[in-house]
């Protein structure tokens, strides 16, 4: 099993719809949890972080479940400003440090249209 | 403050060339990461630095080197180009403590 594994789409919807992402991670250890965004050919940027109690920061709003291990983000009302790739990002802290190793997915590409 | 910087932007190199893509951050983050990717594919870790002096091999580090001299900079060097080191290189850093990772703007590279 992959260590970060997303759907990778595309997701194709019409503009306003709400649109779901699921990531999964299989290291128990993974303590910190980030959805970044990545436009067509440029550099990925934080969107979120994910935190136990779940998130919203307007229109996006992500989960985390640590029992199954898995990790969302719910966009709303999406906008043509929306397309993008979405990446689930696993930071999993290593034994006796204070850093740890991100562990990056794949990637969910969404395609809002008109 | 700048972030992540790298240059040059967009490279096209012959088969056997060299070349050194350089990163420079100025937030005083002490790691430093390369990755590659490749069209439509994820991230691949190529090297990664915990602080001025230290390096190590990421997930695909075979044809390339890196050094880190300063806290500041963490070039990536391509000895002999291949086609298969076409890709998009990102330069990558973050503090000492917490986990967020900050891009530089990538560098596209062509090997024909």
């Known amino acids: 099993r992959k260590e970060v594994e997303q759907d990778p789409g595309p997701f194709n919807v019409p503009e306003g719809a709400t649109v779901a992402f699921n990531c999964t991670y299989s290291?128990?250890?993974?303590?910190?949890f980030f959805w970044y965004r990545q436009d067509c050919r440029k550099e990925p940027k934080l969107l979120m972080s994910?935190?136990?109690s779940g998130n919203e920061d307007g229109r996006f709003t992500a989960q985390l479940n640590r029992a199954s291990q898995y990790i969302s983000l719910l966009i709303r009302d999406s906008k043509l400003s929306d397309s993008a790739t979405y990446l689930c990002?696993?930071?999993?802290?290593?034994?006796?440090?204070?850093?740890?190793?991100?562990?990056f997915g794949k990637g969910t590409k969404l395609s809002v249209k008109p | 403050n700048a972030g992540v910087t790298q240059t040059p932007k967009f490279r096209i190199l012959k088969i056997g060339q060299s070349m050194t893509l350089q990163c420079a951050q100025d937030?005083?983050?002490?790691?430093m990461y390369w990755y590659r990717q490749d069209p439509g594919m994820g991230l691949k870790l190529i090297y990664y630095?915990?602080?001025?002096?230290?390096?190590d091999k990421g997930e695909v580090p075979n044809g390339y080197n890196v050094s880190r001299s300063t806290t500041e900079d963490f070039p990536l060097r391509l000895e002999l180009a291949a086609p298969s080191q076409t890709s998009v290189y990102f330069c990558?850093?973050?503090?000492?403590?917490?986990?967020?990772?900050?891009f530089g703007p990538g560098t596209r590279l062509t090997v024909t």
């Open positions: 290291n128990s250890a993974s303590q910190s």
């Open positions: 630095s915990v602080g001025a002096g230290i390096t």
């Open positions: 994910v935190y136990s």
């Open positions: 990002v696993v930071n999993i802290l290593l034994y006796g440090g204070s850093q740890g190793n991100l562990i």
């Open positions: 990558a850093s973050r503090p000492q403590t917490g986990a967020l990772i900050y």
């Open positions: 937030m005083n983050h002490n790691y």
